[in-house]
């Protein structure tokens, strides 16, 4: 096996508090399991969005996965055409090609855990700060497309 192979092979062992912080629009995001420790197989990361986030627009990813697990507080989402809002302990998961958005209408932040398979996805949201600071949110659509091909980060639907 080579070092990188070993390395995707390293247990991950972690406190409560512990993993790579990133400020995703104001809300911390903190990455448990990061894409490059599984081989990009998965990336899991506790998100804590303030009371008021209007989330990111309406968009699909075209190969990912991404599983939406409530810890705290209550989760908006929109998932096709329909408004959900998940309590503690509800799941939902969106499938590859289907419009959706996360946001928090609550008074309370919530707390959720976010897994999404393959990586990709997980490597493009630690990246979005810089992305955002170098090109604005979303970036223009021939950034957006590129960065999606590469990291299967949200295309935006049109109109939104």
């Not at 075209?62 to 329909?82: A, I, P, T």
Request: glycine share 12%.
């Amino acid at each position: 096996m080579t070092a990188a192979e070993l390395a995707i092979h390293k247990p991950i062992v972690l406190g409560p508090d512990e993993g790579t912080l990133v400020n995703l629009f104001g809300n911390p995001l903190l990455v448990r399991v990061p894409s490059e420790a599984t081989g990009n197989k998965f990336w899991l990361a506790e998100y804590t969005i303030a009371p008021g986030f209007d989330g990111p627009p309406p968009h699909i990813h075209r190969r990912s996965h991404e599983v939406f697990y409530v810890l705290d507080g209550e989760l908006g989402m929109l998932v096709g055409d329909k408004e959900l809002i998940l309590s503690p302990r509800s799941l939902a998961m969106v499938t590859p090609n289907t419009r959706h958005t996360f946001f928090n209408k609550g008074s309370a932040s919530c707390r959720f855990l976010g897994l999404t398979p393959p990586g990709d996805l997980g490597t493009y949201l630690q990246a979005v700060p810089e992305i955002a600071a170098k090109y604005g949110f979303p970036p223009p659509p021939d950034v957006a497309g590129a960065l999606a091909e590469q990291y299967d980060g949200g295309i935006f639907s049109p109109g939104d």
